[in-house]
Each structure stands twice: as C-alpha cells, then as structure tokens.
RNA sequence: GCGUCGGUGGCGGAGCGGUCAAUCGCACUUGGCUGUAAACCAAGCGCCCUUGUGGCUACGUAGGUUCGAAUCCUACCCGGCGCA
C-alpha cells in the first residue's frame, strides 16, 4: 500500500473532480490550495492559525531548508513536526530555484510568458545564430555582488548559495535524499523549471533532461525502502508554454510509476487552459495533479476545470505582506489612502478571523505605521480567501454548479478592475 | 548690543557663478508581485498646457554685480551659538 492515495468523489466534468487526497498526516479535500512554507513557514502565519484559515496542508523548499540546515529538521522528525503542523505536508524539489537563480536572477520574470514580451524580441532582432541560448547565467556583475548562482549540466545544477555565495549541488538523486531527510508526505522529482520566453528548441533541452532527471528522482526514492513507505513522489511536466512539448511531457511521466503529478514551468496567459487541459488528458485519471506555483483566483479556476487537484501560490502570502487584499469584489491596496477611514472589514462577508475582528482602516494604520501585525492580518485573510474559494469550488462541484459559481464570482471579482 | 554661523521644495538635508525645477533620505500618491533571492520592487511627487530638446514661478525679503545668481555683494527680516 502507496502512503499516498487519491479518491475521485465526484466528476464534475470532462476533467475537473471533487476528491479527496490520503495522506500519512491525514487527508486533503480537494480542489484545495495549498499553503506556501518556503522555508517550513507559512510567511505571516502561525501554524496554530491554519486550522481556522482553512490551511489543509503546506509545501516547504528543499533548496531553502537545504542551505538552512538540514539536521535540526530530521532530528525534529520533518518538516510538519518542526513546525508544529499535523496535517499533511509536500515539498518542492528545488527544481523552481533552477530558473529563479539561473536564468531568472536579476529579472522580474513571472511565470507566464508577458504580453509584450522585451526579451522575445530582442532575440529575434539579434538572432541570426539560432539555438538555445545559455541555459543559465554567468553575470559577472551580478557574480561579484551574489556569486554565479545557477548552472545546469545533464547530471544536475551547480548552485551558489544566494545567502552566502557558497557553492552547492543537486542532483535529482541529492534533491530526493534532502527530501527524505525532510520527511514530508509527498515530495517532488527534481526538475528544470524554464523561463517563459525560454525558445522552443531550448524548452525542449529542457523538457527531456526533465525526464531523464525524473526516472532519475523516481529510482532514488523507490531504492529507498522505508522513505518509499513514508512519503509519495509526484513527477513533474514541463514544456513551457508549447503545447506539443506539454503533451509529449505529460505523456513520458505519466509512463513513469509516480503517486502523482505535478505541473510546473511557466504558460502562455492566453492558452493555460487549452494547455492544462492536454496535459491532464494524457495523465491518468485516478492520481492526484498539482499545479506548481498558481494561485489568482482566476487561474484556480482554470486549473480545476482543466482537472487539477491541488494549488500552491506565494501570491496570497506575498501580495499580503506588500499590501494587497483579495477581496470578492477584487483586489485592493489597503494602505492606499481611500482606506484610512473605512470602517468596513477587509472583504464584507468574509468569514475569516481577521475579517470578523478588524476593519481596513485598522489595517491600513497598522500599514502606513509599519507594524507587523499589518501584513500578518493581511497574509490570514488572502490565505482564507484563497483555501476558502477552492471549498467553495470544492463544494460547487459535488453539487455539479461549478460554472455558475465560476461565472458569478469572477462577474464580481472583476467587477471593480 | 557686539561677534559668529545659518535661512533651499511637506520635513530633514545637498548644492556654493552656467549642464538647477534643484543630488539624496523621509513623507506623500499610485502601480506591480503566480513551485518566495522579496515585511519587496517600480513610477510619480513646484504650477500650467493631457504633447515637448515646452511655458511659467521659484532657493528668507529688497536691491545690486554679471551675458548668466540658489550660488558673489549690500541692506533688512528671522533663527542658533558665544560674549557683554
């Protein structure tokens, strides 16, 4: 018996489902968003705060608790122990800091190719040598300032630590082991995350070192007999935003033996959902998808229709820790000045601790004043909104509503932008 | 009263003859953040024309020197310090 087991309560549609997600540390209700815990912390948020946000289970980073050292975590007995959190928990392989050290240092890149897009075409007006370009960055100026953080070879990636410019390596086979000695329930095969303007030929470099890299993670964590009792692997499909490169990617790890998947990289705005739904018709039914790393509230949309289960996102704990409230009717900037006399809740309505508690004119003080507790509150509420919509979406599928509830929240959310 | 130092945009504080509507910080206004390098980053911030190698008014006040002054000179006003 896998530790990790996936049960389909409801199909709702041709892909989306309603189920629930088994785990040594109990189990996930999904559709679910998962809470972000980089570094075996939920940025702003205790862990004896999930429960009432409705945090079901968080993921943590093997890079970030890797440089942060590893022994104390082990001995605690995991992640979840070292943090006090029960539930159930996952971790990134460190395959996301590939790109975000690599290729992504110094830029402001998201992960979704922008529409303009600068880099696209500056390559195109210079590119008369076609090919891929250099799969990391050797920046000397950014070298002298933080070390040459990022390189990639086909064994694995050469890092420089971004605390102290110390030289580190993973390999998929290192990241599984680090993630055995983190101990969470699922962990994730250690993967190549790429730019969104990466070219097509690069992308695809990319993508099938990926999988060389994945049969790679998957063998390591099988070998190990009582880690592959304890924890669940997820492998990972990349392809970026071309959508042959996803099919194909989703079609050479759904053909490896993992728990289930996860879906990484980075999308064209545009056509996510086409993608997604792709991906997931070539990926078995019956086992879990997560989607790495997406998180608006009209993204959770897309990925559930398009079959995801389960969702991570920095946004709600970033956007609230710079200010920004998720609320029904939208976004907001809470320490914008229309908030200092408003007397209302964060988000009317809202059934969270904090919306019960506070009003942003509170908040917004405790903003303009700099004090902690501002974006504390602020990160409580955009968790809840974000666990609470995917119950909700949760609960409109078991009650096969899930396009009308879709329909009258985004009408609402988009109202005010 | 004498001496001395100083008065610059909301505040602090640069500048000390042209390239100054004036470095910088704070404050203020707004925007961004999608497997966290991030309690962060960016833009704006005298007035006017929605445009610019644009116009106007500005560096205590009033004059003066100069092709040209926030920058030099004179007087005055105001403030700090020292001595009476």
Request: with cysteine; proline share 5%; charged share 25%.
């Amino acid at each position: 018996m896998r530790p990790i087991s996936f049960e389909i309560t409801k199909s709702a549609g041709p892909l989306s489902r309603a189920g629930v997600l088994y785990t040594p540390h109990g189990a996930i209700e999904t559709p679910a968003f998962v809470a972000v815990a980089t570094k075996a912390n939920v940025k702003g948020v205790p862990s004896t705060a999930f429960q009432a946000l409705g945090v079901q289970g968080i993921i943590a980073n093997t890079y970030h608790l890797y440089l942060s050292g590893l022994e104390a975590i082990e001995k605690a007995g995991g992640v979840g122990k070292f943090m006090a959190f029960s539930g159930p928990t996952m971790t990134d392989s460190g395959g996301f800091q590939v790109f975000s050290l690599g290729v992504g240092f110094g830029k402001k890149i998201s992960k979704f190719l922008p529409e303009e897009n600068p880099f696209l075409r500056r390559d195109e007006r210079h590119s008369s040598e076609k090919g891929s370009p250099p799969p990391a960055v050797w920046d000397e100026d950014l070298a002298t300032s933080h070390g040459k953080l990022a390189i990639i070879d086909e064994e694995g990636v050469s890092f420089t630590s971004h605390l102290d410019g110390t030289l580190h390596r993973f390999t998929p086979e290192r990241s599984v082991e680090i993630q055995h000695q983190l101990g969470a329930d699922i962990i994730f095969a250690f993967d190549e995350c790429t730019a969104p303007d990466a070219e097509y030929d690069y992308q695809k470099e990319a993508m099938d070192r990926t999988h060389r890299w994945a049969e790679r993670s998957l063998k390591a964590h099988r070998q190990n007999v009582q880690k592959n009792n304890e924890q669940g692997i997820y492998g990972i499909v990349q392809g970026g935003r071309y959508a042959d490169l996803r099919v194909q990617s989703a079609k050479e790890i759904a053909g490896m033996d993992f728990d289930g998947f996860g879906i990484g990289g980075s999308f064209s705005k545009q056509d996510i959902l086409g993608i997604l739904d792709k991906v997931n018709n070539e990926l078995p039914k019956e086992k879990p998808r997560h989607l790495l790393g997406i998180g608006e509230p009209e993204d959770i949309f897309i990925g559930v229709a398009a079959g995801c289960d389960t969702f991570d996102c920095v946004l709600p704990t970033r956007n609230g820790r710079t200010g920004g409230i998720y609320t029904r009717g939208g976004k907001i900037q809470i320490p914008n000045a229309e908030y200092r006399e408003d007397f209302l809740p964060l988000d009317k309505g809202c059934g969270c601790p904090v919306c019960q508690t506070y009003t942003r004119a509170y908040v917004h003080h405790l903003f303009r004043t700099k004090e902690l507790l501002g974006p504390v509150l602020a990160s409580q509420h955009n968790l809840y909104f974000l666990t609470n919509l995917a119950k909700q979406i949760r609960n409109a599928l078991l009650d096969g509503t899930f396009e009308k509830f879709r329909d009258d929240f985004l009408a609402k959310y988009r109202l005010t932008k």
